[in-house]
C-alpha cells in the first residue's frame, strides 16, 4: 500500500503544494491578523465552556503552515525555510498570548471564571502520551493531504484533531490569572504538538522525495520575500502621503 500511495504523487502536485505551504507560511499581517482573532475565539470559547466555539476557532487557525514549513525546511537541509518558518511561527504565538491575556482581563469576570476553572480548560493543562500520539497522526495527514489535492478539504479537520490554538489561548488566561503553572503546562502542551507535527511530516516528506524541490523552495522564497517587501513599501507610501 505504501508503494501505490507514494507512486500516484506527481511533481507538479509535489511543486504545487511546495509552493503552496511557503505562500501560506510567509509573515504577512493577515496571517498574524487570523491567528490573534483564532486564539480570542478560543478564549471565548473556553471561557463559555463551549466545545462548538473552540472549535471553530481552530478552523480559522493558519498555524499549521509555519509548522509544516519548518519540517519541509528539515527535510531539504534550507536553512532559509527552517528560519523563515519559525520566525513567523515564533511571531504569532508571541502576538497571541497577549491578545488571550488582553481578552480573558476584559470579559473573565462575565463568564464567571475566577476562582473556578472549567473542564474545557482544565483540558488543556494536562499534557500527556496520547496528546502526542493525536498530534504525530495529525501530522502525518497533513503532510499528505498537503500534497494530494483531492484531500485538501481535510486539513481543517486535521487543524482540529491537533488543538494548536486552545492551548495558547489557556496560556493566556494563564498569564492573566499569572498562574505560572497554567501556562507552563499549556505551552507544553502546545510544544508538544507542534513538535509531534514536524517528526510525523518530516517521515511523510522524506517519503515524498521533497528534497528534490529544494531549488523550487528558494525560488519561491525568493519570490515571496519580494512580494512582500512591495506590499511594505506601499503600505509606507500610503500612510506617508498626505490626506487632502
Do not use: C, H
Not at 463559555?48 to 503552515?65: Q, T
Not at 537541509?77 to 482581563?105: E, H, Y
Not at 500520539?133 to 494530494?148: E, P, Q, T
Not at 503546562?185 to 511530516?201: E, G, P
Amino acid at each position: 500500500m505504501v508503494t501505490t500511495l507514494f507512486s500516484t504523487l506527481t511533481e507538479q502536485g509535489k511543486t504545487t503544494a511546495v509552493k503552496r505551504l511557503i505562500e501560506d507560511s510567509t509573515p504577512r499581517d493577515d496571517f498574524f491578523l487570523l491567528a490573534i482573532l483564532s486564539v480570542l475565539m478560543a478564549v471565548f470559547g473556553l471561557l463559555l465552556n463551549s466545545p462548538a466555539v473552540i472549535i471553530g476557532s481552530m478552523l480559522i487557525a493558519p498555524l499549521l503552515s509555519p509548522i509544516l514549513g519548518i519540517s519541509l525546511g528539515i527535510v531539504m537541509a534550507d536553512t532559509r525555510l527552517i528560519f523563515r518558518s519559525l520566525l513567523t511561527l515564533t511571531k504569532a504565538v508571541a502576538w497571541s498570548i497577549p491578545s488571550a491575556a488582553i481578552a480573558t482581563l476584559l470579559f473573565a469576570s462575565q463568564a464567571g471564571l475566577s476562582p473556578e476553572l472549567n473542564p474545557e480548560i482544565l483540558a488543556r493543562t494536562e499534557p500527556s502520551i496520547l496528546y502526542l500520539a493525536v498530534a504525530v497522526i495529525a501530522g502525518l495527514a497533513a503532510s499528505f493531504a498537503l500534497i494530494k489535492p483531492n484531500l485538501n478539504a481535510s486539513l481543517p479537520g486535521v487543524a482540529i484533531s491537533v488543538a494548536l490554538i486552545p492551548p495558547l489561548a489557556v496560556t493566556g488566561i494563564g498569564l492573566a490569572r499569572f498562574d505560572w503553572a497554567m501556562m507552563t503546562d499549556s505551552f507544553i502542551l502546545f510544544l508538544i504538538n507542534a513538535v509531534s507535527i514536524i517528526f510525523a511530516s518530516m517521515v511523510v516528506f522524506s517519503l515524498m522525495n521533497l528534497y528534490a524541490k529544494r531549488p523550487v523552495a528558494e525560488k519561491e522564497i525568493d519570490k515571496e520575500d519580494k512580494k512582500l517587501e512591495q506590499e511594505k513599501q506601499v503600505a509606507e507610501q500610503e500612510a506617508n502621503t498626505p490626506t487632502k
